[in-house]
């Protein structure tokens, strides 16, 4: 077996180093025809089409010209000569006089760039010829003009108007002669233009078949090494691939049967090592997962820096607390007060968990939990948050019922209810404690007022209470009433706290009834209205007997009859007196 060990690896070498060779060949080859193709190229775009162009725009400079001497001899030839007009019309021709020279020295100097050129197979005998035909053009045309030109002007100073009219045909018979000839240059510079684009395309052809016959080489010499060693490697690699897809589905007691001693065994030992493993972070991860919420799990293990340096985040807090426990607690042995507590927490933890909250700790009979990125987006938090409140309180009653049967009572000592308290704001997330013992928790103003409403409930006689910041995130996907003013202790203002009446759309008529009359009551309240808000007050516990906030609003209406309050009394209930 050390020898078929050692027979795979030269073959998987020998291959390698076969096709790194086949590889260096091709890129050194594919490098060199491309450079000698961009060489081309290059030629082709930059000098031979734009001395090409040179030519060609040499034709229209002429047109210009002739048509420039014709403008400037009709201003020469008014009766009232106009000096500035014919000094301006003398500049257009001398500039178009000017141009043909110009284009045609570009023209000869993109074609001397040709020929100097040793890199590229042009026919420099050819363009040489082409290049002397330009000069020789451009210096018969300067010279015939000339004098024509001037001999025109001095018998249009004369009149010498019929004489005029004949050196002028000269001229344009000049004109007609050279234009001929720049024609026949432009031929011949075409056929220049056409050779070297076949050539550039001869190149790219040919790089193209030396490219093709190098590929199709490594690819022979790639299927010959597959046929040689499939047969020692399929097997094993179809077993590994099978216990792949049983991991990859979340099986993890699939094993492979380790068949041979070479490197496609050791990598099957190794897979049993792995899937051992992974058995063993699946039993740590379930058993973790009740002591801590899996998606804190999972993005620890994602993402562990979060755990270590802290991030600070917009999240909603809430905290959730079993009303009348310290009292039911008393008349319990610790048995069923286990079987109680792991009931409630279990029923309570539901609907946190189904609408995307995240557990955070279980703290005696309270629950605190929260929702924020990267669980869930920032903009639906406030929301999710509030119907899971409402779900919780919609299995009070269910739970009621229960906890006498769990106990084996006839009757719960005391009677049983829920308070909670939600609260959105900046928050730190990171892992907080010692060095041998720590808990990934949040910290901020917003856990404290979350903890703080849900204490409050008890002074207005609520479920469920959420700070503005809360309210204004859930706007009208929850029916929500304002109770109070709250002055917390450390904050610079009172702010408005809500209680969350029901989902969007399912109060009943005395709930809206409530809400109405209670919003006018607290609106007279803090106007300093007292017998209105009295009256407002009535009407709503008329529409809801009992209406906690209604009746301690009542209360508070009492103390302050009799004792008034002090002069800059905004309203609002400061949390520090209770």
Same mark, same amino acid.
């Given at each position: 077996?050390?020898?078929?060990?050692?027979?795979?690896?030269?073959?998987?070498?020998?291959?390698?180093?076969?096709?790194?060779?086949?590889?260096?060949?091709?890129?050194?080859?594919?490098?060199?025809?491309?450079?000698?193709?961009? !060489?081309?190229?290059?030629?082709?775009?930059?000098?031979?089409?734009?001395?090409?162009?040179?030519?060609?725009? !040499?034709?229209?400079?002429?047109?210009?010209? /002739?048509?420039?001497?014709?403008?400037?001899?009709?201003?020469?030839?008014?009766?009232?000569?106009?000096?500035?007009?014919?000094?301006?019309?003398?500049?257009?021709?001398?500039?178009?006089?000017?141009?043909?020279?110009?284009?045609?020295?570009?023209?000869?100097?993109?074609?001397?760039?040709?020929?100097?050129?040793?890199?590229?197979?042009?026919?420099?005998?050819?363009?040489?010829?082409?290049?002397?035909?330009?000069?020789?053009?451009?210096?018969?045309?300067?010279?015939?003009?000339?004098?024509?030109?001037?001999?025109?002007?001095?018998?249009?100073?004369?009149?010498? *108007?019929?004489?005029?009219?004949?050196?002028?045909?000269?001229?344009?018979?000049?004109?007609?002669?050279?234009?001929?000839?720049?024609?026949?240059?432009?031929?011949?510079?075409?056929?220049?233009?056409?050779? /070297?684009?076949?050539?550039?395309?001869?190149?790219?052809?040919?790089?193209?078949?030396?490219?093709?016959?190098?590929?199709?080489?490594?690819?022979? !010499?790639?299927?010959?090494?597959?046929?040689?060693?499939?047969?020692?490697?399929?097997?094993?690699?179809?077993?590994?691939?099978?216990?792949?897809?049983?991991?990859?589905?979340?099986?993890?007691?699939?094993?492979?049967?380790?068949?041979?001693?070479?490197?496609?065994?050791?990598?099957?030992?190794?897979?049993?090592?792995?899937?051992?493993?992974?058995?063993?972070?699946?039993?740590?991860?379930?058993?973790?997962?009740?002591?801590?919420?899996?998606?804190?799990?999972?993005?620890?293990?994602?993402?562990?820096?979060?755990?270590?340096?802290?991030?600070?985040?917009?999240?909603?807090? *809430?905290?959730?607390?079993?009303?009348?426990?310290?009292?039911?607690?008393?008349?319990?042995?610790?048995?069923?007060? !286990?079987?109680?507590?792991?009931?409630?927490?279990?029923?309570?933890?539901?609907?946190?968990?189904?609408?995307?909250?995240?557990?955070?700790?279980?703290?005696?009979?309270?629950?605190?939990?929260?929702?924020?990125?990267?669980?869930?987006?920032?903009?639906?938090?406030?929301?999710?948050?509030?119907?899971?409140?409402?779900? *919780?309180?919609?299995?009070?009653?269910?739970?009621?019922?229960?906890?006498?049967?769990?106990?084996?009572?006839?009757?719960?000592?005391?009677?049983?209810?829920?308070?909670?308290?939600?609260?959105?704001?900046?928050?730190?997330?990171?892992?907080?404690?010692?060095?041998?013992?720590?808990?990934?928790?949040?910290?901020?103003?917003?856990?404290?007022?979350?903890?703080?409403?849900?204490?409050?409930?008890?002074?207005?006689?609520?479920?469920?209470?959420?700070?503005?910041?809360?309210?204004?995130?859930?706007?009208?996907?929850?029916?929500?009433?304002?109770?109070?003013?709250?002055?917390?202790?450390?904050?610079?203002?009172?702010?408005?706290?809500?209680?969350?009446?029901?989902?969007?759309?399912?109060?009943?008529?005395?709930?809206?009834?409530?809400?109405?009359?209670?919003?006018?009551?607290?609106?007279?309240?803090?106007?300093?209205?007292?017998?209105?808000?009295?009256?407002?007050?009535?009407?709503?516990?008329?529409?809801?007997?009992?209406?906690?906030?209604?009746?301690? *609003?009542?209360?508070?209406?009492?103390?302050?009859?009799?004792?008034?309050?002090?002069?800059?009394?905004?309203?609002?209930?400061?949390?520090?007196?209770?």
């Amino acid at each position: 077996m050390p020898i078929f060990n050692q027979s795979i690896r030269r073959k998987i070498v020998g291959i390698a180093l076969g096709l790194i060779v086949l590889m260096l060949v091709t890129s050194i080859l594919s490098m060199v025809m491309s450079s000698q193709v961009g !060489v081309l190229l290059d030629e082709l775009t930059n000098r031979y089409i734009p001395a090409y162009g040179d030519l060609a725009r !040499v034709n229209i400079r002429s047109l210009e010209r /002739s048509v420039a001497l014709r403008r400037m001899i009709m201003t020469k030839m008014q009766a009232s000569s106009d000096e500035a007009a014919y000094a301006a019309r003398l500049r257009e021709f001398e500039d178009a006089d000017r141009k043909i020279e110009e284009e045609a020295e570009r023209a000869r100097k993109l074609i001397n760039a040709i020929i100097d050129d040793p890199r590229t197979p042009s026919d420099n005998a050819a363009l040489a010829r082409i290049e002397t035909r330009i000069e020789t053009a451009v210096g018969e045309l300067r010279r015939d003009q000339k004098e024509s030109h001037a001999k025109l002007l001095n018998q249009i100073d004369a009149q010498q *108007m019929a004489e005029a009219r004949i050196t002028l045909e000269h001229i344009d018979a000049l004109r007609d002669q050279f234009n001929q000839k720049i024609d026949a240059i432009r031929a011949d510079m075409l056929k220049q233009v056409f050779a /070297s684009t076949s050539q550039v395309i001869g190149h790219q052809h040919q790089a193209i078949i030396v490219s093709g016959i190098v590929t199709l080489l490594a690819a022979i !010499v790639g299927f010959a090494f597959a046929l040689l060693v499939s047969s020692g490697i399929t097997r094993p690699v179809r077993l590994l691939l099978a216990g792949t897809r049983e991991v990859e589905a979340g099986r993890f007691d699939k094993t492979i049967t380790v068949s041979t001693q070479d490197e496609i065994g050791e990598l099957a030992a190794a897979f049993n090592r792995m899937t051992e493993q992974l058995r063993h972070n699946e039993r740590i991860r379930e058993t973790f997962g009740r002591y801590i919420d899996p998606k804190v799990v999972q993005g620890l293990i994602d993402r562990p820096e979060v755990a270590i340096d802290g991030e600070r985040r917009v999240m909603t807090i *809430m905290f959730c607390d079993m009303s009348g426990f310290t009292s039911m607690s008393e008349g319990m042995t610790p048995r069923g007060l !286990v079987r109680v507590m792991n009931h409630y927490f279990t029923v309570m933890s539901g609907p946190i968990r189904g609408n995307r909250g995240i557990i955070d700790k279980y703290i005696g009979d309270a629950i605190m939990s929260y929702w924020g990125p990267p669980f869930i987006e920032e903009d639906e938090q406030a929301l999710l948050a509030g119907i899971a409140a409402t779900e *919780m309180v919609d299995q009070v009653p269910a739970l009621q019922k229960q906890l006498p049967d769990l106990l084996g009572i006839r009757a719960m000592p005391a009677p049983c209810d829920l308070r909670i308290g939600i609260a959105t704001g900046e928050v730190l997330t990171g892992s907080i404690g010692s060095e041998l013992m720590m808990s990934f928790t949040v910290m901020g103003d917003a856990v404290n007022l979350a903890s703080r409403l849900e204490a409050v409930n008890k002074v207005y006689g609520t479920r469920i209470l959420i700070s503005q910041a809360t309210a204004d995130a859930i706007g009208s996907g929850l029916e929500l009433r304002e109770i109070d003013r709250l002055a917390v202790a450390g904050q610079s203002a009172p702010q408005p706290i809500f209680e969350v009446m029901a989902r969007a759309g399912a109060l009943t008529g005395a709930q809206d009834s409530l809400r109405t009359h209670y919003a006018e009551a607290l609106a007279a309240y803090r106007a300093r209205r007292f017998d209105e808000a009295r009256a407002a007050f009535n009407a709503a516990l008329e529409a809801i007997p009992g209406d906690g906030p209604s009746r301690t *609003m009542l209360g508070r209406i009492a103390q302050l009859e009799a004792k008034p309050p002090e002069e800059g009394w905004d309203g609002a209930w400061r949390l520090e007196q209770k």
